[in-house]
């Protein structure tokens, strides 16, 4: 019975992301997440962003606490582990959020290395002189007509931790 549990736990989740896409023909912008592993989403749960006003949901390592800190009348939400922030969600409305931050990145003072970059992901390194390489990812989602960006922590991530970010980023999906 033990040895079952694992096996419904993940078609339970597999059943739940697929009753919960938006039928709208809106694309979540997701469609690298096949190269995740289902393996690598058992240690997830799904975190819902419907009561911070975005009708969508995406995945946390099930081993963290995480909050939404949101000012009313913005367009900011950071998602904390504990008191840092894991992941900042930005609300491009119809423009095209992650067009702007590749932009900024082609400006930027330090090593840009990019890792993966697809359509609505990237994933890259940053660094500093010669001695300081941090981890960013980030990716744009349409959800109810809305180009939503979820970026990790602009300070940067170690590798361990953004291999965890990615899975989040990637991972959104619209509910209704």
């Known amino acids: 019975m033990k040895s079952t ?3 419904i736990s993940l078609l ?5 992301f697929a009753s919960c896409n938006d039928d709208s023909g809106e694309s979540s912008g997701n469609s690298n997440s096949d190269n995740i592993s289902t393996e690598d989403l058992v240690n997830f749960v799904v975190f819902d962003l419907r009561p ?3 009708n969508a949901s995406l995945m946390i390592h099930k081993e963290e606490t995480a909050d939404i800190k949101h000012q009313l009348d913005t367009y900011e ?3 904390t582990i504990g008191e840092k922030t894991y992941i900042s969600i930005y609300d491009w409305g119809t423009k ?8 900024k990145l082609e ?6 290395e990019f890792i993966e970059k697809e359509e609505n992901f990237i994933l890259y390194t940053l660094t500093t002189g010669t001695s300081k390489t941090t981890y960013h990812a980030a990716a744009q989602h349409k959800i109810d007509g809305i180009n939503y960006l979820f970026e990790s922590n602009e300070k940067g991530l170690s590798k361990e931790e953004v291999r965890n970010a990615v899975i989040s980023v990637k991972n959104v999906n619209s509910l209704k």
Do not use: A, M, R
């Open 96 to 103: 095209d959020g992650l067009e702007n931050y590749l932009e």
């Open 52 to 54: 911070y006003e975005i």
């Open 12 to 16: 339970t989740i597999g059943l739940f």
């Open 77 to 79: 939400w950071d998602l």
């Open 5 to 7: 549990f694992p096996i």
């Open 107 to 112: 400006n930027h003072p330090e090593t840009v």
